[in-house]
């Protein structure tokens, strides 16, 4: 099978000025949103309670909660069906830290009469520690794009790096952006897709720079904006068919992974759609806009290769002993 | 003479690798490494507890003030107002040439704390060396003390550890009930600060209108029977306590109640026969976290160093004592900073649904491979499948956790690791449509496809390896995961592909159909 058949070189770059000038709308509306609507942290970082319950039929949701609001750790409590039927998740931002009277005797206290139930799961992150996990959180970003730009840079260019880790910068935002719009929980998994969207989204980026420098080096082309619209265009079927897979196999942890999951699935389906599109619209266009100079870069690299082999030639000179 | 194909021979090698060294984890063996499920695929307890070093603090500057007295008294030095106020202590001298007096015996006898002076007035503060010390010392005996009530409960391999500076990490696996969780914790907090006070006899009449703070005036405290809530007036400072203690067992008093017995080391024992000695007639409580067990009337010397506490036990309670009191007292009570216990129906779900998800992942980009690049995409599929052995081979053999994180790492690898091919198999096609021969579009497409596989594959793992450095608990699983699954798929999704191409060749090259091979159309 074949989709991507012809030899065909698309003018992305053309075309790509209305996904650009999207891309920017995009990314400032994702900005705004988060400043205005913001991002609903969960207990991970917010600290707070998280408490599932499951009961043999149906849940008596109004019961349950009218006798959890009797308890101050609960006032302020949301109770929600999660899931299968009979099963409820009760969020609180209060925490208890006493051990012997936990949360989970509470609990089992507050609700015993209400049915029968088991309680599957009990989530409490104090104050203190949700504090913690968000400085970690923010180091492990700062820490993986500042790595990104490093490794980028040796391997290519710095305005490569540059243009790539903006390209990045643009996915991830406008994923958060997409989380905060869908009220997604703001946990320690989706820290966890945010990261791996990171490291698929300069995977891609660097797949088309890859081609991008080998028709640099080896085409005679000098015009930089054919050279781009070239690389993009080839990799074009491995970009979507690569985005294919990995859409799949998420969507099967989104659809099958249960709702456990969706912290970590959701956002990780959104990051590697745009991912994709940025490396195909947004990364190549940038490159052009920190003046990528074709001409220098080769002219660069001839000289480099001189240097190397005047260096050999000298090396060689020394070997035979006559420096 | 044919080429050693290294590639294939590597190849078939981490099959064979993949293949046994999964096969425990798999089939469930009871030989060999397997993996282990994390906390929230078994079910279990996660604890994170703080320890209030604070009140350890406060209890060095209570028995440094406990010595000064004893100091002060033997040497017949004449003080007043002696008060405890947080990590100081003061007093008044009330003769100028008891000063020197002072200082010698401070500078001599007593450790880590600093003696200021204003006229007669003293203020000794623990030093800031003595402060930490004094809090490293109640967190490593927290973790040492709890992790040995939890060896000595019986669970399997709970995990005790410092984290961080000042917290305690607590794992246990298979916690299979609610009532199950709550005994544990019950264990972990108990102080189990066993005293032996005696009763200010001359007062305890007036124990029922007397205050907390008229009773300190006289050196008392007042402490409630655990049972009948009658309270008792009791010297502050204790005839001996729980650290001169040897053993704490379950025994049965003649009414076949459970009991605790407990030995006291030669030192105890001593202090406790002389005490006895004298006090007979009079009478001695045996005090459990500041709660009175039992203020029995001493009617002769009691040797041997050996004791009861009886109360209402239930055997169960009478056992946890018993293994409290044995691993010794916390220096500093606990608190729960973050809990997180899942239940073992919870864990067996989470292994289920994320099963699923693997397997209906798995199915959809193997079938889309080889419907997409006919035999070439079939070839990448043996990749994967080797990949996924390979991934829970090594995780078996380093006795790795797999968590739920993990599970979604080792699917996402599934859909990263045909990337690889798609690279190399779009450049091999474009290389054949371009009219090259086969073996060149072949070798065409791995190197140039390896290059940039390398740079992106290196540039993932630096990012996971940060997600590992950085993650707490389940997000490492992640990173782990992924990590693996992406150094595995170099092994299996380059080298090992272009080890078969390698022996297809000539096949490949005799049929020319490059639609089977390929998946190129009219070709």
């Keep these: 099978m074949e989709v991507f058949k012809s030899h065909k070189v698309y003018n992305i770059l053309e075309k790509g000025k209305i996904f650009f000038a999207l891309s920017i709308i995009a990314f400032f509306a994702a900005i705004v949103l988060v400043f205005t609507k913001g991002l609903s942290f969960g207990i991970d970082f917010a600290g707070g309670t998280v408490v599932q319950v499951k009961y043999q039929g149906a849940a008596p949701i109004d019961d349950v909660r009218s006798r959890l609001s009797k308890n101050e750790l609960f006032s302020k409590a949301t109770v929600t069906p999660f899931g299968n039927e009979g099963e409820i998740v009760i969020k609180s931002p209060s925490t208890n830290s006493n051990i012997q009277n936990d949360t989970s005797d509470i609990v089992k206290k507050l609700l015993d009469g209400s049915g029968k139930f088991e309680i599957r799961k009990v989530d409490m992150v104090g104050p203190k520690v949700g504090d913690e996990l968000r ?82 080096q080896e085409s005679k082309e000098n015009d930089f904006k054919q050279i781009i619209n070239e690389a993009v265009s080839r990799t074009l079927a491995r970009t979507m068919l690569t985005s294919l897979t990995v859409f799949f196999v998420i969507l099967m942890l989104y659809i099958f992974g249960g709702e456990i999951m969706h912290g970590f699935s959701f956002p990780m389906l959104i990051g590697v759609l745009i991912g994709s599109y940025s490396s195909v619209f947004v990364a190549a266009q940038l490159v052009i806009w920190t003046g990528f100079d074709v001409k220098k870069y080769r002219a660069k690299m001839a000289e480099k290769q001189k240097r190397e082999k005047e260096k050999d030639k000298l090396r060689a000179m020394y070997e035979q002993g006559r420096v | 003479m044919k080429q050693f194909n290294y590639r294939l021979f590597i190849f078939a090698a981490a099959f064979l690798f993949g293949i046994l060294f999964s096969m425990p984890t798999i089939l469930q063996t009871s030989w060999g490494k397997k993996i282990n499920l994390g906390l929230d695929l078994q079910g279990g307890l996660h604890m994170v507890l703080g320890v209030k070093t604070d009140v350890a603090i406060e209890s060095r500057a209570k028995s440094i003030a406990t010595s000064l007295k004893f100091l002060m008294d033997e040497n017949d030095i004449i003080y007043d107002e002696l008060a405890i106020k947080g990590n100081s202590i003061t007093f008044e001298l009330l003769d100028n040439d008891d000063i020197a007096k002072l200082k010698g015996l401070v500078s001599k006898d007593i450790q880590g704390v600093s003696l200021k002076e204003n006229g007669l007035k003293f203020t000794v503060t623990l030093t800031a060396e003595e402060i930490a010390k004094t809090k490293q010392n109640a967190i490593s005996q927290a973790v040492e003390t709890i992790r040995n009530r939890l060896d000595m409960y019986g669970l399997a391999e709970p995990t005790v550890a410092k984290q961080g500076e000042d917290k305690v990490l607590v794992e246990i696996a298979g916690v299979k009930t609610g009532a199950d969780e709550e005994r544990i914790r019950d264990l972990i907090a108990k102080s189990a600060h066993l005293q032996m006070m005696a009763v200010d006899e001359a007062r305890a009449a007036r124990v029922a209108t007397m205050s907390a703070e008229e009773a300190a005036t006289f050196g008392d405290v007042i402490l409630k029977d655990v049972a009948t809530s009658q309270l008792y007036l009791l010297k502050d400072v204790p005839i001996l306590d729980g650290s001169m203690l040897t053993d704490a067992s379950v025994g049965y008093n003649q009414s076949n109640q459970p009991v605790i017995n407990f030995e006291l080391n030669s030192q105890g024992a001593k202090i406790f026969g002389d005490f006895s000695g004298k006090s007979v007639g009079k009478r001695m409580a045996i005090v459990l976290d500041n709660k009175v067990y039992s203020a029995p009337v001493i009617n002769e010397r009691i040797g041997g160093g050996k004791g009861q506490i009886s109360g209402n036990f239930t055997q169960q309670e009478a056992h946890d004592i018993a293994i409290a009191l044995r691993s010794g007292a916390l220096l500093a009570p606990v608190v729960i900073e973050e809990k997180r216990s899942i239940g073992p129906s919870l864990g067996a779900d989470s292994i289920n649904a994320s099963l699923m998800a ?103 793992i630096l990012a996971c390896t940060i997600l590992y450095a950085y993650g707490t608990g389940a997000i490492k699983g992640f990173a782990l995961t992924l990590s693996i699954g992406i150094l595995a798929s170099m092994l299996t999704a380059i080298l090992g592909t272009h080890g078969i191409y390698d022996i297809l060749l000539s096949k490949i090259e005799k049929t020319k159909n490059y639609n089977f091979w390929f998946g190129l159309e009219g070709k």
């Excluded at chain 2, 080889?370 to 990949?387: L, S, T």
């Design chain 1, 135 to 216: 400085k970690k959180g923010l180091t492990a970003f700062l820490l993986a794009l500042g790595v990104i730009l490093l490794s980028v840079t040796v391997r290519y260019e710095f305005r490569f790096a540059l243009a790539g880790v903006i390209a990045l910068l643009h996915d991830i935002v406008i994923t958060i952006g997409a989380i905060s719009l869908f009220e997604i929980d703001v946990n320690l998994e989706t820290i966890a897709a945010i990261l791996t969207i990171l490291g698929y989204s300069i995977h891609d980026t660097i797949i088309v720079f890859d081609r991008v420098r080998e028709y640099v």
């Design chain 2, 358 to 460: 693997l397997i209906f992942g798995f199915l959809a980009v193997v079938i889309f491979m080889a419907v997409y690049y006919g035999a070439a995409g079939v070839i990448a599929d043996i990749a994967v499948i080797v990949n996924i052995f390979l991934i829970v081979a090594l995780m078996s053999l380093f006795g790795a956790t797999l968590t739920l994180p993990g599970m979604a790492g080792i699917v996402l690898t599934i859909g990263i690791a045909v990337d690889s091919n798609i690279i190399i198999n779009e450049r091999v096609r474009e290389a054949l449509r371009g009219g090259m021969s086969v073996k060149k579009a072949i070798n065409d497409g791995y190197s140039n496809g390896m290059r940039a596989i390398l740079d992106s594959n290196i540039t993932q």
